[in-house]
């Protein structure tokens, strides 16, 4: 058994079981790719996959078993290396954050401006997605840290830290009949056609409870993945916006206003998020107490490895 074959394993499910996909993201042939996978099945005497011809369709019930145990060993092999990482060159290495596009414009230059001058030889890579997306990324070990508000919370393996709590708000072109009323309801929101995020991003599901409990439909004529799509398409008449409240800046959002919106959507929280087991080098966690900064790396670390702390009871 070596790491190559576990490799191999776990993308052979992370590629749907397309040996030849397999093959190109571990730069090797399709045919060593099926001789590792014949040389660990007859290594352990069981079958590993479920075929059809030389077509892998599935795991077998060991093979289930096994993917678990194969993605521990890869994560463990990787917490060896920023171990070591970590004492060699404390302050030097790669941080990736994965993060939605409202986060990464509008809430963390502040922590990322503060990171980068406390370590600036640390490469911080901002990759943006969907909610989902940065869960995957997190459980597949190619993200350090997750930034979302969606998704994070009861997803296999991930720990979840709040960061921080926000609300949505109205936003309408200037001279908009809405701009005028003395109190905004949710009835005059729900009577205008609305532009807002997509299903799934930046607290959606929350607009969606909130018109649904009072009974409301609302007219949602568009929907964009970030919050300045949202703006430019309010500021061409095509219909109001809902989005974060801190996405909107007077400064530059000139052509726009946003309506005091306060008590008519559910409060969101966004959270920080990391892989259950996965080792932190000491300047992820101190991003994370950036963002939140009542956490202590001790309460981070023994969060994210929970089975660890228990083993030495």
């Known amino acids: 058994m070596n790491f190559q074959q576990l490799r191999i394993i776990r993308e052979a499910v992370r590629q749907g079981y397309n040996l030849t996909e397999v093959a190109n993201v571990l730069f090797t042939s399709q045919s060593g790719v099926s001789k590792h996978i014949k040389d660990l099945e007859d290594e352990l005497g069981v079958e590993l996959f479920i075929r059809r011809g030389k077509?892998?369709?599935?795991?077998?019930?060991?093979?289930?078993?096994?993917v678990g145990i194969v993605e521990r060993m890869l994560?463990?092999?990787?917490?060896?290396?920023?171990?070591?990482?970590?004492?060699?060159?404390?302050?030097?290495?790669?941080?990736?954050?994965?993060?939605?596009?409202?986060q990464a414009r509008y809430v963390l230059p502040p922590m990322v401006t503060r990171f980068k001058q406390e370590f600036p030889k640390v490469h911080l890579e901002?990759?943006?997605?969907?909610?989902?997306?940065?869960?995957?990324?997190?459980?597949?070990?190619?993200?350090?840290?997750?930034?979302?508000?969606?998704?994070?919370?009861?997803?296999?393996?991930?720990?979840?830290?709040?960061?921080?709590?926000?609300?949505?708000?109205?936003?309408?072109?200037?001279?908009?009949?809405?701009?005028?009323l003395p109190v905004l309801t949710l009835q005059a929101v729900a009577d205008h056609p609305i532009i807002t995020y997509h299903v799934g991003y930046t607290g959606r599901t929350g607009i969606d409870s909130t018109f649904a409990a009072a009974g409301l439909e609302p007219n949602v004529v568009m929907s964009a993945l970030d919050s300045d799509v949202i703006k430019t398409y309010v500021e061409l008449g095509l219909g109001i916006?809902?989005?974060?409240?801190?996405?909107?800046?007077?400064?530059?959002?000139?052509?726009l206003l946003q309506l005091p919106s306060d008590g008519l959507f559910a409060e969101s929280v966004t959270r920080l998020a990391v892989r259950q087991g996965h080792y932190l080098r000491g300047y992820a966690c101190r991003f994370i107490q950036f963002c939140a900064p009542a956490l202590t790396e001790a309460a981070i670390r023994a969060a994210t490895n929970p089975v660890r702390s228990g083993a030495e009871d």
């Open 55 to 66: 077509r892998l369709l599935g795991l077998t019930e060991p093979g289930r078993e096994l």
């Open 75 to 102: 994560l463990d092999a990787q917490n060896i290396k920023r171990l070591a990482q970590q004492f060699s060159q404390r302050d030097e290495g790669k941080l990736v954050v994965a993060t939605t596009h409202t």
């Open 126 to 180: 901002l990759q943006q997605g969907s909610p989902d997306e940065i869960v995957a990324l997190l459980q597949a070990g190619e993200a350090d840290i997750g930034v979302a508000t969606e998704a994070v919370t009861g997803a296999p393996e991930i720990v979840a830290f709040d960061f921080h709590r926000w609300h949505h708000s109205v936003i309408v072109p200037q001279g908009h009949p809405l701009a005028s």
């Open 241 to 255: 916006g809902i989005i974060a409240s801190v996405a909107f800046d007077p400064a530059r959002d000139l052509g």
